[in-house]
């Protein structure tokens, strides 16, 4: 079972049909991309207070 997937070079082992199918599965019915990942590194980057989360980048997908 996948927990949140990211447009990255790694996952163009799956075919059109796949990744369609795997769309369907997740809330926001997108994959992730680079700019999701980013934002919240940005802001865990400018976060003083924040300590010891774990943090799913996944549109939903597992909750």
Do not use: A, F
């Amino acid at each position: 079972m996948l927990h949140g997937i990211i447009e990255t070079d790694m996952n163009k082992v799956y075919s059109k049909d796949e990744i369609d199918d795997i769309k369907d599965e997740i809330p926001l019915e997108r994959i992730g991309n680079v700019v999701d990942i980013s934002k919240c590194v940005k802001w865990l980057i400018e976060d003083e207070y924040t300590t010891g989360q774990i943090i799913s980048i996944n549109g939903g997908w597992y909750i």
